[in-house]
């Protein structure tokens, strides 16, 4: 990336990580557009060029990472398919520079049931969706990559991204669910681990 580019990457990250964060702790419909740009250092008018609505920002740092994810497979070629994979995944659901620089100020179980309750917004569900077929399709794309495969042809690469995705997402509910009694990092190894037992490099 070039300077631009990295400065573009970074206030993508800043203000959906301010989204994340306020609507854990005020809520989805106590939070406005201005006060994530204020959070984020930035003003109103810079957010709307980034994104078109609150739940827009907030998928996005979701998105992000998935998206990562893929880059990341695809800079691990000398790797197993499944070691790129979860080295990959472990790696972009760590905490990252925004949460570091940013941390929530609520405490954990505060924390994790806010996160609960945002992510059954009605509101934010279709952007999540959204933003998972995104990551999923760029995930299906790198493994054709890194498999010869024929993206538009085989079955491998939408299986082994749908699988990816569904391990994330699984985890990531089964965090929330037990009220964060497991780490993260752990149900992902755990989750990954187990597919890639039954779902092996063609």
Same mark, same amino acid.
């Given at each position: ?49 980034? @994104?078109?609505?609150? %739940? &827009? /920002? !907030? +998928? ?12 990341? *497979? #695809? ?17 972009? @659901?760590?905490?990252? %520079? &925004? /949460? !570091? +620089? ?12 806010? *996160? #609960? ?23 299906? /794309? ?61």
């Amino acid at each position: 990336m070039g300077l631009r580019e990295r400065k573009k990457a970074q206030t993508h990250a800043a203000l959906s990580w301010a989204a994340v964060r306020l609507t854990v702790e005020r809520g989805f419909d106590k939070v406005k557009v201005e006060d994530i740009a204020e959070a984020a250092g930035v003003s109103p008018r810079t957010f709307n060029n980034y @994104f078109s609505s609150k %739940a &827009e /920002a !907030i +998928a996005f740092r979701h998105l992000d990472r998935c998206l990562r994810v893929a880059d990341e *497979v #695809r800079e691990r070629p000398g790797e197993p398919l499944w070691d790129a994979i979860t080295g990959s995944v472990l790696r972009q @659901f760590a905490p990252d %520079a &925004e /949460a !570091i +620089a940013h941390p929530p100020v609520a405490d954990a179980a505060q924390w994790t049931e806010g *996160v #609960r309750v945002m992510i059954a917004e009605p509101a934010l569900r279709g952007e999540m969706l959204r933003a998972g077929a995104a990551a999923e399709a760029e995930i299906a /794309a790198a493994v054709a990559e890194r498999t010869g495969g024929d993206l538009e042809q085989d079955l491998y690469p939408h299986l082994v991204a749908s699988a990816v995705m569904g391990a994330v997402n699984t985890a990531i509910a089964h965090h929330l669910r037990t009220d964060a009694a497991v780490p993260v990092s752990r149900l992902l190894t755990d989750a990954l681990a187990r597919i890639a037992a039954g779902l092996s490099t063609p």
